[in-house]
Antibody, heavy 120, light 107 residues
Framework: EVQLLESGGGLVQPGGSLRLSCAAS????????MSWVRQAPGKGLEWVSA????????YYADSVKGRFTISRDNSKNTLYLQMNSLTAEDTVVYYC?????????????WGQGTLVTVSS | EIVLTQSPGTLSLSPGERATLSCRAS??????LAWYQQKPGQAPRLLIY???NRATGIPARFSGSGSGTDFTLTISSLEAEDFAVYFC?????????FGGGTKVEIK
């Protein structure tokens, strides 16, 4: 069974930084691209960032480009999202997601989400 | 950026009725569209990918159709567990984008 367990969320001040982690299990992590998707409470879904299976290609939404960095450690089966220069608009739940198949940017597995709150 | 517009915003139906949800893309995306279901307090779940393919374990009452700019998710006969919010998503171009969602509520 695929499991994605996010951690690292919490309260941070505006302008601060936070690193999210996603521990993956139940599949061969290094064979699948991964992504982060976020959602404000009661709102829609917003794709944030994605990374290829080997980590050599990364993609970002314009809203986070230059502030967020996605990375992965295939030896640890872990996905990361380094978030800098956080603003109130970044106060959302962040989901770690696994793509369904290579080069297929649909998400067949989701973590339970981790809440990031940006507030002074 | 490809904008996905979902309609209606809310669909009020009774169990056993047929639900028809629409997703329109701002430009052609071939068949590169997925549908997700999200229940309160839960993460989204993939229902349909590449417009018409059911994901693993998804009941046959869920079906998808369309290509280009117009797509439809149909639930043939609503069951109690189907009342939820549904999102569409495209993978044709970066950035990946989602529609705003359609809430299917009990009438």
């Amino acid at each position: 069974e695929v499991q994605l367990l996010e951690s690292g969320g919490g309260l941070v001040q505006p302008g601060g930084s936070l690193r999210l982690s996603c521990a993956a299990s139940g599949f061969t992590f290094g064979m699948y691209a991964m992504s982060w998707v976020r959602q404000a409470p009661g709102k829609g879904l917003e794709w944030v960032s994605a990374i290829s299976a080997t980590g050599d290609k990364t993609y970002y939404a314009d809203s986070v480009k230059g502030r967020f960095t996605i990375s992965r450690d295939n030896s640890k089966n872990t996905l990361y999202l380094q978030m800098n220069s956080l603003t109130a608009e970044d106060t959302v739940v962040y989901y770690c997601t696994k793509v369904k198949a290579t080069s297929d940017w649909f998400f067949d597995s989701w973590g339970q989400g981790t809440l990031v709150t940006v507030s002074s | 950026e490809i904008v996905l517009t979902q309609s209606p915003g809310t669909l009020s139906l009774s169990p056993g009725e047929r639900a028809t949800l629409s997703c329109r893309a701002s430009r052609g995306i071939r068949s590169h569209l997925a549908w997700y279901q999200q229940k309160p307090g839960q993460a989204p779940r993939l229902l349909i990918y590449d417009s018409s393919n059911r994901a693993t374990g998804i009941p046959a009452r869920f079906s998808g159709s369309g290509s280009g700019t117009d797509f439809t998710l149909t639930i043939s006969s609503l069951e109690a567990e189907d009342f939820a919010v549904y999102f569409c998503q495209q993978r044709t171009d970066w950035p990946l984008t989602f529609g705003g969602g359609t809430k299917v509520e009990i009438k």
